[in-house]
């Protein structure tokens, strides 16, 4: 049996999956966690890969080794390979007037025309933008950007601070993938180049970025040893891999925000903002939209209903599609597609029919879904093919979600039995970059609820929402 590694280092914590190459079957995980907060020392990662390791029984008997992570953080590093200060995170936001100011100077339409992306807050680009800004001191000490697998697959292979690592500071040596590149506002998916003039203008000078490569190139080896450390990826790439998702798959994840993301074989280029054309880790094409509300939904309503998850599903079913008219706009913490962040939630609809307990928790996961389902559309209004809807997330797991996901998305709804696909993504990698062939392990299927389409769902959340 031949051993793979993969690993998601997410916001929250650091998760190994190591599986055997052949069939995919997990062998062993082990998993460690981060602090907590939007800016993190970086090094607080790097133990955190070495404990998950450590617990998962080493990379004695592994063969390769690939990091997937959160992607758009920024890690400003000085000639002699320190980290210059804590690295800032996809979800610190002081980064939004910066964002503004770059699509000021550059405009929307030629950001998504040299990027596929218009800056966001949780882009490296308004980050850096950010630390010019300031903290100029810090700013003008920058001699390499990276983004957190970027670092953690560089430190894996031994190099690192002046004195502290094996193979020293050398900052020629740090890589990246499409799919992290693709998330900096400063990459063209397109042509596969950096956009030199965008980097320094958000920076204010020149400085070293990770060489790119290609979905099974290999970074080297981990330090000391010949086992194979594959390129890495981008957390939302890294998931789409560990899924299996090919051209005409859109993946809908449900967790504390949602994502939507297709694969596709063509670059997108949305000015609007909406979609962001981000590169996928199979060399193809990964436009997302994200939205803030998503199962935090379901946990307000479940409050204020005295009820768990299990119950507040049982009870939306006995509503019937569309709630008695009774529409939940789910802005509870504003929201980012569509861009309104100062707005908040709100009901429509009540009348003494639809002022009910059963009505209220549907509602609730109508709101949800239909915030998600615009998302898709959005993607295909950009030429997507959408042929399945793989649903994903702990909310998918709940049956009465994965019945009202039938019917609000059109394409057939397919719910994966709960994973740590970005793990599984980056174990794929690793095996592609140590045989030269992407496996295809087979994916378990918790559920395919029967496609019952019902469009007054969201034909009653679209005339609300206008």
Not at 172 to 190: C, F, M, Q
Not at 205 to 234: D, F, K, M, N
Not at 256 to 270: H, L
């Amino acid at each position: 049996m031949t051993l793979v590694a993969g690993v998601d280092s997410s916001t929250q914590n650091c998760k190994i999956v190591i599986r055997d190459t052949a069939t995919g079957q997990l062998v062993r995980s082990g998993r460690a966690g981060h602090p907590q907060g939007t800016e993190v020392d970086p090094a607080h990662w790097w133990e955190a890969l070495r404990e998950a390791i450590a617990r998962a029984g080493g990379l004695d008997d592994v063969a390769a080794i690939a990091v997937a992570g959160q992607q758009h953080g920024l890690i400003a590093l000085d000639s002699g390979g320190h980290v210059i200060r804590p690295a800032l995170l996809w979800n610190d936001t002081r980064s939004a007037a910066a964002a503004r100011d770059l699509i000021a100077e550059v405009g929307a339409k030629a950001y998504a025309r040299r990027t596929g992306t218009v800056p966001v807050a949780s882009f490296t680009a308004a980050k850096l933008r950010w630390l010019r800004d300031h903290e100029p001191g810090n700013a003008a000490e920058v001699a390499a950007v990276a983004l957190p697998h970027d670092w953690l697959t560089w430190r894996l292979r031994g190099y690192g601070p002046a004195g502290s690592s094996e193979l020293g500071p050398d900052l020629g040596e740090l890589v990246t993938d499409r799919s992290d590149a693709s998330g900096t506002a400063y990459w063209n998916p397109a042509t596969g180049r950096y956009d030199q003039e965008l980097f320094e203008r958000a920076l204010g000078h020149a400085a070293i970025v990770p060489r790119i490569l290609g979905p099974s190139e290999r970074a080297g080896t981990v330090a000391g040893t010949a086992i194979v450390v594959g390129a890495g990826a981008g957390d939302n790439a890294g998931a789409a891999l560990g899924l299996g998702a090919v051209r005409g798959d859109v993946v809908v994840s449900i967790g504390t925000s949602g994502t939507v993301f297709a694969v596709t074989d063509r670059p997108t280029c949305d000015d609007t903002g909406v979609v962001a054309g981000f590169a996928d880790a199979s060399g193809l094409f990964l436009p997302l939209v994200a939205t803030l509300n998503a199962a935090r939904i379901l946990d307000a309503v479940a409050g204020i209903l005295d009820v768990d998850h299990d119950r507040l599903g049982k009870l939306a079913l006995e509503a019937p599609p569309g709630a008695h008219g009774l529409v939940l706009q789910p802005y509870f913490e504003g929201e980012r597609t569509p861009n309104l962040p100062d707005a908040t939630a709100t009901l429509f609809g009540l009348t003494l029919r639809s002022t009910t307990r059963p009505a209220l928790a549907r509602a609730a996961i109508e709101g949800m879904l239909c915030g998600l389902a615009n998302g898709l559309e959005a993607v295909r209004r950009q030429g997507v093919e959408a042929r399945r809807v793989l649903l994903i997330g702990g909310a998918a797991q709940n049956a009465a979600v994965q019945e009202i996901a039938a019917q609000t998305f059109e394409p057939p709804v397919i719910v994966p039995l709960p994973g740590e696909y970005v793990a599984d993504g980056a174990a794929t990698q690793a095996a592609w970059a140590l045989t030269g062939t992407r496996p295809r392990w087979p994916l378990s299927i918790a559920a395919e609820p029967v496609p019952d389409y019902r469009p007054v769902i969201r034909e009653q959340y679209t005339r609300y929402a206008r």
